[in-house]
């Protein structure tokens, strides 16, 4: 699944793209993806300027000057592509530019998400409404405020996205490992010196897999079609029974149905 980095790259890659062109046309080819497209998807985005891009955890944003903002979310092998030659059976949405760009959203699984909201209704709609502060940017003493008491394990509740919003499990891994916990610990017992050190493995993480373009992980590839490469950095994830760099072996374990990659010797 796209995580935060890869929806990251991904609005980057559209950024240059789509920044301030008009949306010449629009084609839904087909219904829908995890749910509908919303009805009047084309006669609110066609003719419409494209003024700025972002992000909201895993959700890519796409602001108009007409006060709308199309936000889309790319399930499980979601992808746009870019000026491809020929439209593919995934290519699900179409959108053309006023300079003759060609964008297509492809979902092989059909398990991503396109909505459009007014861009002043944003924080109020109900996905965003739930979600905790971006990882990029939390804090040791709000992750140590939303961690108080909790009796799941950390590797868990670094998942929730009520929590903290946009991490996946790759990048929980990879943090946990960086700042030697145990991902099988209680969050609520993490002492404030070790959030100190889980906080900034978080960031650097994220912004490490930013600058690599991702994780090329089944379908994942950015909208030029290049793949990301931070996978040849990961320290354990999917490297069960390899070694690790403190001379443990990296450990597998499945929690809350996903699979946790880990060291025992290092992380405690």
């Not at 790319?74 to 964008?103: F, N, P, Q, V, Y």
């Not at 493995?201 to 992980?217: K, R």
Request: hydrophobic fraction near 35%.
């Amino acid at each position: 699944m796209p995580e935060l980095p890869e929806v990251e790259t991904t609005v980057r890659g559209l950024e240059h793209v789509l920044k301030g062109r008009r949306i010449a046309r629009v084609e839904a080819r087909r219904a829908d993806l995890r749910r509908s497209f919303p009805q009047d998807l084309g006669q609110r985005l066609t003719g419409a300027r494209i003024t700025s891009l972002g992000r909201r955890a895993k959700y890519g944003l796409i602001n108009t000057d007409r006060g709308d903002t199309m936000i889309f979310h790319l399930g499980m092998s979601g992808s746009w592509r870019i000026d491809h030659a020929e439209l593919g059976k995934h290519d699900h949405l179409l959108l053309e530019t006023d300079d003759g760009r060609r964008l297509a959203l492809n979902d092989p699984r059909r398990f991503g998400s396109v909505d459009l909201v007014p861009t002043d209704e944003l924080n109020e709609w109900p996905a965003f409404a739930a979600l905790g502060p971006e990882p990029l940017t939390i804090t040791p003493e709000e992750l140590r405020r939303r961690l108080s008491e909790r009796s799941a394990a950390i590797k868990l509740l670094l998942l929730d996205q009520s929590i903290i919003a946009g991490l996946g499990n790759i990048y929980v891994c990879e943090a946990l490992y960086r700042a030697g916990i145990n991902p099988k610990r209680p969050g609520g017992s993490i002492s404030p010196a070790r959030l100190r050190k889980l906080v900034p493995a978080i960031h650097a993480v994220l912004e490490e897999a930013i600058a690599a373009g991702g994780s090329t992980l089944r379908d994942f590839a950015s909208p030029t079609g290049e793949l990301g490469y931070f996978s040849k950095s990961f320290s354990v994830y999917d490297r069960e029974g390899k070694p690790c760099a403190c001379g443990g072996t990296v450990k597998r374990i499945v929690q809350g149905g996903r699979s946790t990659f880990y060291c025992p010797r290092c992380q405690h």
